[in-house]
């Protein structure tokens, strides 16, 4: 059974705290993604890698920052928590895309931060 | 700007009715959409994609509908569950090399025993 597992599920950071949040799949998968869900925003892609120590901004990389030094595992830093990066932080994984097909991906359960 | 909009925060059904979600896009260079569905503290699973080279794909009691020179798709689901009440993001993606992907903002759905 495949699987996609995130080192917290509710953790509680005060504003200036560096804040580590682990992701870490066992699907052998070569693309890894960190979103934001939001009310009324959906899924906001934050970072995503597509090979060990490669790393691509996605649409809101602002505040943050990724590093991916093993491939089934990928790591999303708040450099300086805000209150504003308060949100659910859900990681995925997925096969490479080939031309034509654009693989599904693989979500954790999320991780709920609240920044006070 | 949201290239991938689900119009609908909510949509209400009375089980064993069928119950259509809609999805349109911006994107004319958007050619695989996918449907996703999450329940309450758990991440979003895969639920039926759908390739712009076709205008529909099947599986089960779920089916996907896309209309290219609408921008438009949908999924319905026959007949509807308790169990499928969730919410349900499309997501559509561009075939340009990259590997990113838009999601909508979700539609809550409720299915009423």
């Known amino acids: 059974d495949v699987k996609v597992t995130q080192s917290s599920r509710y953790l509680v950071k005060r504003t200036g705290e560096k804040v580590f949040l682990e992701c870490v799949q066992d699907?052998?998968?070569?693309?890894m993604f960190w979103y934001r869900q939001d009310p009324g925003l959906g899924l906001r892609l934050i970072y995503f890698?597509?090979?060990?120590?490669?790393?691509e901004k996605g649409d809101i990389p602002e505040g943050y920052s990724v590093s991916r030094e093993k491939k089934e595992r990928f790591s999303l830093i708040l450099e300086s928590a805000s209150t504003n990066q308060t949100s659910m932080y859900l990681c995925?994984?997925?096969?490479?895309?080939?031309?034509?097909?654009?693989?599904?991906?693989?979500f954790g359960p999320g991780t709920r931060l609240t920044v006070t | 700007d949201q290239q991938v909009k689900q119009n609908s925060p909510s949509l209400s059904v009375q089980e064993g009715r069928i119950s259509i979600l809609n999805c349109d896009y911006t994107?004319?260079?958007?050619?695989?959409f996918l449907w996703y569905k999450k329940y309450p503290a758990e991440g979003p699973t895969f639920l039926i994609s759908?390739?712009?080279?076709?205008d529909k794909n099947e599986d089960g009691r779920f089916t996907v509908f896309l209309n290219k020179s609408a921008k438009h798709l949908s999924l319905h689901i026959v007949p509807s569950q308790p169990g499928d009440s969730a919410v349900y993001f499309c997501?559509?993606?561009?075939?340009?090399?990259?590997?990113?992907?838009?999601f909508g903002a979700g539609t809550r759905l409720f299915v009423k025993a």
């Open positions: 997501a559509a993606s561009a075939d340009t090399g990259g590997f990113k992907t838009i």
């Open positions: 890698s597509y090979d060990v120590k490669m790393k």
């Open positions: 759908i390739s712009s080279i076709k």
């Open positions: 994107n004319s260079m958007f050619d695989y």
């Open positions: 699907m052998d998968h070569e693309n």
């Open positions: 995925a994984s997925s096969r490479m895309s080939l031309a034509g097909k654009n693989y599904e991906q693989y």
